[in-house]
């Protein structure tokens, strides 16, 4: 997901994405959709690096807790824009995959 993210392919991403999924402010999974999208169409290039991610499996559901650095530019060589975010996310089996149905960001100051 974080280098589908990172290469603008939204419909990839989303791929992984339950669909009951719940996000900040009750985003629900078109919410998100609609969210990836325009940050996608508004910069030319958008960057997304991962800090170190801690996971605490419960059975067939597992929190995952990570920071991410969202950059996002014109494509020259400084991003115009960059917020770094705390994310914890929720994750479930289904069909045999992995799928988040929770996630909830906050900038980091």
């Known amino acids: 997901m974080q280098k589908a993210a990172s290469d603008g392919r939204v419909g990839d991403f989303m791929a992984g994405v339950s669909k009951d999924f719940t996000g900040n402010d009750g985003a629900d999974r078109d919410g998100l959709h609609n969210l990836l999208r325009l940050q996608v169409l508004g910069r030319a290039n958008v960057g997304v690096v991962t800090g170190p991610v801690e996971v605490e499996l419960q059975g067939s559901r597992a929190t995952v807790r990570f920071s991410a650095l969202v950059s996002g ?8 824009s960059a917020q770094a975010y705390s994310i914890t996310s929720g994750w479930r089996e289904e069909d045999r995959n992995w799928q988040v149905y929770y996630a909830e960001w906050k900038p980091q100051l």
């Open 73 to 80: 530019g014109s494509g020259r060589f400084l991003p115009d």
